[in-house]
């Protein structure tokens, strides 16, 4: 997951996006980046490691000038959380930001096509393909050149994306990935969620998938993938700031209940293998072998990533037949242990513990 924001209108775009960045924390925070377009297409991009805070220190030293911009906060998929791979991402020239949440399934064959007709990458990350993707259909249309670029695109993704030809014109996409346009007097903000710009605008529009969205200082214009123009009412958002936050759930523990099944998906699209049909975890390295062995398993975590375990425990009996104990992990190292070589320990960590 990552927060995404943008915004168009008269004001200067860094202040407004990183206050939005701030409402959309939550959602990442192993790096961060902004990038801002000048009406004299200059365009500025800022990048760091770490959360919003580092990203606030680094802007201090930056002059941000422009009235269109988008805002990225990371939680990696691909590619580790280093500066290089933070977004914005960028086409070889330099003329096309983009920030994305999602995950490009397909983004290894459409990485080496692009690098057979010349592009260079710089990241690692999944989401550089669609910059070059975007330079490699543009013409005089940003729209247009995200349209093309997402017909060939596998997987979840929200976009937001800028081009230096076109100052005054921001676009946005989605799929199986959450974006909402708010609509204010004479200026837009996109985002993940209506928190980052609740506290300027009640007027919202929630994206459909497969809609794109193109906002110019004269208005909006909404289409699916083809161009074709749709037609949707503004929404007002009565939520206050905290409800907003909370995904119009009663409460936090409501809401992230009710985004499991999408996280857990997200997760395991992230690891499927389509050429073998298998999952494979690349951040795993133990040997085939050593996991053949393996006798027992034991969990350790506490809290509710205790009574996780105890769902884990049931699955991995009745899936591997292996027999699995799970310990509070405060408890665990005072304990007279019944592990040998041949025990699998998955330890569960959870944020705060
Ligand atoms: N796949 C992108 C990356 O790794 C976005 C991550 C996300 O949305 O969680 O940079």
Redesign the pocket.
Known sequence: ??G?VGYLGDRQAEQILYEGLRRLEY??YDSAGMCVISPEKELTCIRVVGNLDALGRELENVDLNGNVGIGHT??????APTRI???P?LDCKNDVAVV?????ENFVQLRAELIASGHEFR?Q???ETIAHLIEEHYTDDLAQALCTALKRVDG?F?IVAVHRDQPGVLVAARRD?PLVLGVGDGEYFVASAVPAFLSQTRSVLFLEDNELLEVDHGGYNLTDLDGHRMTRQLAEVEWDLDAAEKGGYEDFMLKEINEQPKNLE?FLK?RINKATNRIAFEEQHIPEETLKNITNISVVACGTAYHAGFVGKYIIESLCAIPVAVDVSSEFRYRDLLIDKNTLVIAISQSGE
């Open positions: 997951m990552c995404i959602r990442g990371r939680w990696a998929t691909h590619g791979n933070a977004h991402h994305h949440n999602g995950i490009i990241s990350t999944d989401t979840a929200a990935s997200n992230a």
